[in-house]
């Protein structure tokens, strides 16, 4: 099934944008009547035919609607460090998106070396893994911040820091309660500094471990994404 994303609403019809609309008129060639399947990226899935098949401004009809469509009992909000290869970052968005994330902070880090990131790019990449997964919620990608800001900032949740500078930490597993909304935040290539470890604790932030092997940012950011969908779907 191909999904399409729009939230373009009102009155019982729907605008696809541009992009979206250029697919389904002239790539996948549908017209007047056909069915449409998409989302509204805030929790709503629609059925709908095509009433005006306008390759700039396609208008649907809509026949049905699911409100809080795969709404889940928690939410993730992960704050991780852009990687200095941005593809890596991305390869994170997708994967984080189809296991399921909430919110997503680009943090910037003593030790980080990438310090810009493009917004519009990067929620491209959320967008695609979005409809990819056939979920209903768009991930929010925040601006990117700086370390010592987003700790300051009120989180009512369980909030967690893996990193490297002590070998006498809690395993992810053994602390995420399921059900409960959580906040991890994923270092750069270098991991955060000592300085930085003790300023997050000081506001609250968990030390924890994602295992004893050294982890790319990428992928110890995956594996704290589906640790968190793990316990609470085990639970």
């Known amino acids: 099934m191909n999904l399409f994303y729009s939230d373009n ?65 928690y939410s993730l909000h992960m704050a991780v460090a852009p990687t200095k290869n941005i593809d890596r970052f991305e390869w994170f968005l997708e994967k984080a998106t189809e296991i399921g994330v909430d919110r997503i902070s680009p943090v910037l880090s003593f030790h980080s070396e990438r310090k810009q990131i493009k917004p519009d790019r990067l929620n491209r990449v959320l967008t695609a ?29 369980q909030k967690y820091i893996p990193h490297c500078n002590s070998t006498d930490l809690v395993s992810i597993s053994s602390v995420l309660k399921p059900g409960t909304d ?30 004893k092997s050294r982890l790319r940012t990428e992928t110890a950011a995956i594996i704290a994404t589906h640790s968190v969908y793990f316990v609470n779907h085990e639970a």
Do not use: W
């Not at 019809?13 to 449409?36: A, N, W």
């Not at 306008?54 to 709404?71: E, F």
């Open 9 to 73: 609403i009102s009155q019982g019809y729907c605008v696809f944008p541009e992009i979206e609309s250029r697919h389904l008129i002239k790539v996948m060639r549908k017209t007047t009547g056909d069915q449409v399947f998409f989302v509204d990226g805030k929790g709503g899935y629609y059925e709908g035919v095509i009433h005006d098949p306008h390759p700039k401004r396609c208008l649907i009809q809509i026949t049905n609607k699911k409100t809080d469509y795969g709404k889940k009992n």
């Open 129 to 157: 893994a979005m409809k990819q997964s056939l979920k209903a919620y768009h991930p929010v990608l925040e601006e990117l911040t700086s370390f010592k800001e987003f700790i300051s900032r009120d989180f009512t949740g």
């Open 182 to 211: 959580a906040l991890i935040m994923i270092g750069p290539e270098g991991d955060f500094s000592l300085e930085e470890v003790e300023m997050a604790e000081k506001n609250g932030f968990i030390g924890i471990s994602l295992g």
